[in-house]
């Protein structure tokens, strides 16, 4: 299940900074991709969801995709202390999807 | 309403136990699925229902047995397992097809098998 690589971290950044997280897959046939974020012991939350490419923003978050590249990216302005969790890209095609192994951040008040 | 609801949150059992996990979502998505994650690990794909069928199993031991009665429901049957198992199990649902297929994860079970 190697078919999606993720920058492994972990990451430890400065309130206020500007955070880059990233992916890339080998299996053109993804035709979605979405990016998570999880917290210790809970479950995955949904932060952005797109299938095209080009970017999508929501919020302090933008999702950037490059489909000829095969290469997502999560950024994240502002950061805030509770921004730090462990953050997961995904992406499949019909009902089956793959996570990255996921990148760990640390915001620093 | 993006809810996925897990029971129980938390489940100690051991090798010779039967028990059920329990997931519930009402947002009308009719794919279903199952994922195991272990500690500082993602999640792994084990079961996918689509329209209350199973579509995808991943290879997954036959000590784990799901089932999906409706729509709405999934539930995963555990029986005679291994400490290896103790794990979060994550029940997601989506769309079950076309574009608007973005996956909503339940807060999981954390099992302890002993």
């Known amino acids: 299940q190697k078919e999606v690589e993720q920058d492994p971290g972990p990451l430890s950044v400065p309130e206020g900074a500007i955070v880059s997280l990233n992916c890339t897959y080998s299996n053109s046939a993804f035709q979605y991709f979405m990016w998570y974020r999880q917290y210790s012991r809970k479950g995955p939350e949904l932060l952005m969801y797109t299938y095209s490419s080009g970017n999508k923003e929501d919020g302090r978050f933008t999702a950037q995709v490059d489909k000829s590249s095969k290469y997502i990216s999560l950024f994240i302005r502002d950061s805030q202390p509770s921004d730090s969790a462990t953050y997961l890209c995904a992406m499949g095609a019909g009902n089956q999807f793959y996570f990255g192994t996921g990148t760990s951040l640390t915001v620093i008040p | 309403d993006t809810e996925v609801t897990q029971t129980p949150k938390h489940l100690v059992m051991g090798m010779t136990n039967k028990k059920s996990l329990k997931c519930e979502q009402h947002m009308g998505h009719r794919a279903m699925y199952w994922y195991k994650q272990k500690a500082k690990k993602p999640p792994e794909l084990m079961f996918v229902?689509?329209?209350?069928?199973?579509?995808i199993n991943e290879s997954v031991p036959s000590r784990f047995s799901p089932e999906c009665p409706n729509s709405s429901l999934l539930n995963l049957h555990l029986h005679a397992l291994q400490p290896e198992d103790s794990a979060l199990y994550l029940c997601?649902?989506?769309?079950?097809?076309?574009?608007?297929?973005?996956?909503?994860f339940g807060q999981g079970t954390r099992l302890t098998v002993v």
């Open positions: 229902y689509s329209y209350e069928k199973l579509s």
């Open positions: 997601a649902s989506s769309h079950a097809g076309g574009l608007n297929t973005e996956a909503f």
